[in-house]
């Protein structure tokens, strides 16, 4: 029978409402081979929002995005919105949609597309077989926990805190996301923390080999985090899901995702208990926006992490994968990634080229 899922669609600003029609009508097509449908209801974030309704994100859009199957994303901001302050900034409705939606798990998988390598800063010897997956935990840890804020001194000299705390809970479900993630892979979870020191890293090594023991398939190591932000350099290969704590994922993550060296090309999805949002890593890219020349591959692949993560369609997520590495194989590029010499692809033209894969 065919299937209906609910998605809540917030196309955003600059090149997001683009590359979000994009990756829709890949979508669609991907609906149309493997036989479910896409039920779309679009809204305003971001500085849409702020022009239509007043605020970023609109507690109406935030009630229907949580009653969605899930929710995409293309990307808010620009600088017609640059001097509002606070909760009146487009990046302000974003993180109120992740924490609204009670999304704890930050996904990046970072591949490097046959062809692409050039991109990247690193030799073209030391990417060979890359293909990981960044897990990083959202909602807690040092950019949550209380107390925090200014905390002056009894001689009353300026001081500041900020608090590192887990609970075993919040480690525990990440964790099962992290083991899950790398059963579904090639059964590796590096679990990066910083246990030479930290007290809440400590836990996290203890909740996390308390899990382990749930997926004996899964092969679980543990690594510092100054290692493994030095071992993402020098051997990316060796990692399969990377598993960590919210400002070491941070900091990781955007260190992962630069391998590739093309941020037109990135995709994330960040997951809780249902559903989950999904949106490409870049910005709204002011300076391209309404040109039709955006790279849509980012959300593209996010839709496909859509499907496979929050829709189970994983043979169409696989499919609209293979779509884009094809096209990217034989040689298409946006201007993003054009050589001089090559003619530059329009964001229709790409799309286009990826649907005609997908077949
Ligand atoms: P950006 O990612 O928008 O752009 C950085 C550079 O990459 C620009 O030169 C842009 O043209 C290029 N680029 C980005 N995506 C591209 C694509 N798909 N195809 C081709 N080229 C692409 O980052 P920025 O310039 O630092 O920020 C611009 C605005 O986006 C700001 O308002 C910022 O706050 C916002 N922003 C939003 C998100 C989000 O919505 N998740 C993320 C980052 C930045």
């Not at 807690?140 to 608090?163: H, I, N, Q």
């Not at 298409?332 to 530059?344: G, M, S």
Request: proline content about 6%.
């Amino acid at each position: 029978m065919n299937k209906t899922y609910k998605i809540a669609v917030l196309p955003g600003d600059g090149i997001g409402p683009e590359v979000t029609e994009a990756a829709f009508a890949v979508a669609d097509a991907a609906g149309a081979r493997f036989g479910f449908t896409l039920e779309k209801t679009a809204y305003a974030i971001g500085g849409a929002a702020i022009d239509a309704q007043g605020t970023p994100l609109h507690e109406t859009v935030l009630e229907a995005c949580k009653q969605a199957d899930a929710v995409f994303l293309g990307a808010v901001g620009g600088p017609k919105w640059d001097h509002l302050e606070g909760a009146m900034r487009p990046e302000s409705g974003l993180l109120a949609l992740r924490k609204g939606l009670g999304v704890y798990a930050n996904l990046r998988p970072v591949r490097i597309p046959e062809g692409l390598a050039e991109y990247s800063p690193l030799k073209p010897e030391l990417l060979t077989d890359v293909d990981l997956m960044v897990v990083r935990e959202l909602t807690g840890g040092l950019y949550f926990a209380r107390p925090k804020g200014p905390w002056p001194t009894p001689e009353g000299r300026r001081s500041a805190v900020d608090t590192l705390r887990y609970d075993e809970d919040e480690i525990a479900r990440i964790a099962h996301t992290a083991f899950a993630l790398a059963g579904q892979r090639r059964g590796k979870l590096t679990s990066v923390d910083k246990a030479n020191v930290l007290a809440s890293s400590r836990l996290w090594r203890d909740v996390v080999n308390e899990i382990a023991a749930e997926y004996p398939q899964v092969q679980l190591e543990h690594m510092l985090v100054d290692n493994c932000a030095m071992q993402l350099v020098r051997r990316p290969a060796q990692f399969d899901v990377i598993l960590t704590e919210n400002m070491f994922g941070d900091i990781l993550s955007d260190e992962a995702a630069m391998l590739t060296g093309s941020i037109g090309m990135l995709p994330s999805a960040s997951t809780g208990e249902r559903g989950g949002l999904f949106e490409p890593v870049h910005g709204s890219a002011p300076d391209i926006a309404g040109k039709g020349i955006a790279n849509p591959c980012a959300a593209i692949l996010s839709v496909a992490l859509m499907l496979r993560l929050a829709l189970q369609q994983p043979e169409a997520a696989d499919a609209i994968d293979a779509a884009v590495a094809a096209v990217i194989k034989a040689g298409h590029r946006c201007a993003d990634l054009a050589a001089a010499n090559q003619t530059n692809l329009s964001t229709l033209e790409m799309t286009n080229k990826i649907t005609e894969v997908l077949g």
